[in-house]
């Protein structure tokens, strides 16, 4: 069997991606760099929505195959599989955001669907003020961001309903795949066994690493070490917490287990982390409009 590469943006590792927590770019943007076709992949933590408002596109999602003109909108929940094939004179936007922050809004998004037409407008609207407010940095930027993507998610979910998506039917590994990570959530903080986890799902420790490997592409350790990883960034970027306090937040009673910890994730020790970020946003210029 082919293993569907799990990437963070295609054709990034964890290291790699933008530590962003919120990202929008334009499909040219990646697609153009591979021939303007995106093979089969998917995410293991990210909630994307394109849209797309020139050319054509034909998109897979979980094996269901959709012809996209514009104006239309596609989401795509974590760990859905799906691959593009884009005309060259493609354009849109695609918003890549945390799913964790995506299903914070309280919308219910059931699966990958497709939106076309005038259903697709009011997604259209909610994207374009989401994008504005990421470009104008103003006083509480990110309260109003975190309001804009509860309205984009109302827009999808009633646009759902409205157009609901193909039924492709649900793969026993993605269902416990996608137990595993809520349980993740969770648990995270809590330093809890991979063989805990394995009893909660009610399946063995093996049978959870062979899912894990399939479906996200590492180990259920790997799984775990990663969003502690993340937590980790976001509270070193966006906290004056020290190493020992975002320790003891993390679970780890060692502060100097957790530094090295930290250290061998992060591939740089947790300050030099914050230095080189601290550094990068002072010499990051201003955002663009969106195309």
């Not at 918003?95 to 497709?114: E, F, K, N």
């Not at 997604?123 to 374009?128: C, E, G, K, P, Y």
């Not at 006083?139 to 109302?154: C, K, P, S, W």
């Not at 976001?234 to 090295?260: C, H, Q, W």
Request: hydrophobic share 45%; aromatic share 6%.
């Amino acid at each position: 069997m082919t293993r569907i590469p799990t990437y963070a943006l295609y054709g990034e590792d964890e290291q790699t991606a933008a530590q962003d927590w919120l990202h929008w770019e334009t499909i040219p943007a990646r697609s153009r760099l591979h021939g303007f076709t995106i093979a089969p992949h998917r995410h293991g933590h990210l909630f994307q929505v394109l849209s797309l408002t020139a050319g054509q596109a034909v998109i897979t999602l979980d094996g269901v195959t959709h012809r996209m003109e514009p104006p239309s909108v596609a989401i795509l929940p974590a760990l859905t599989v799906h691959g593009y094939d884009f005309s060259p004179d493609v354009d849109g936007i695609v918003l890549t955001m945390m799913q964790r922050d995506a299903l914070d809004s309280g919308a219910v998004i059931a699966g990958p669907s497709v939106i076309h037409g005038d259903t697709a407008i009011p997604v259209r609207q909610a994207l374009s003020d989401l994008l504005a407010e990421m470009n104008e940095p103003a006083a509480g930027r990110d309260i109003a961001m975190r309001a804009r993507i509860a309205l984009l998610m109302v827009a999808l979910s009633r646009a759902v309903v409205i157009a609901p998506a193909s039924d492709s039917g649900r793969d026993p590994a993605r269902s416990k795949a996608e137990a595993f990570q809520a349980l993740v959530e969770k648990w995270f903080r809590e330093s809890r066994s991979v063989a805990s986890y394995a009893q909660e799902i009610g399946i063995s420790q093996t049978h959870l690493g062979r899912i894990c490997r399939e479906v996200l592409g590492t180990s259920p350790l790997g799984v775990i070490e990663r969003r502690i990883a993340l937590e980790a960034r976001r509270m070193l970027l966006f906290s004056n917490l020290s190493v020992k306090e975002i320790g003891a937040e993390l679970g780890y009673d060692d502060p100097a287990y957790f530094t090295r910890a930290l250290t061998r994730l992060l591939g740089r020790s947790p300050m030099a982390f914050r230095r080189a970020a601290a550094l990068s946003a002072e010499a990051r210029p201003p955002r663009g409009r969106p195309a």
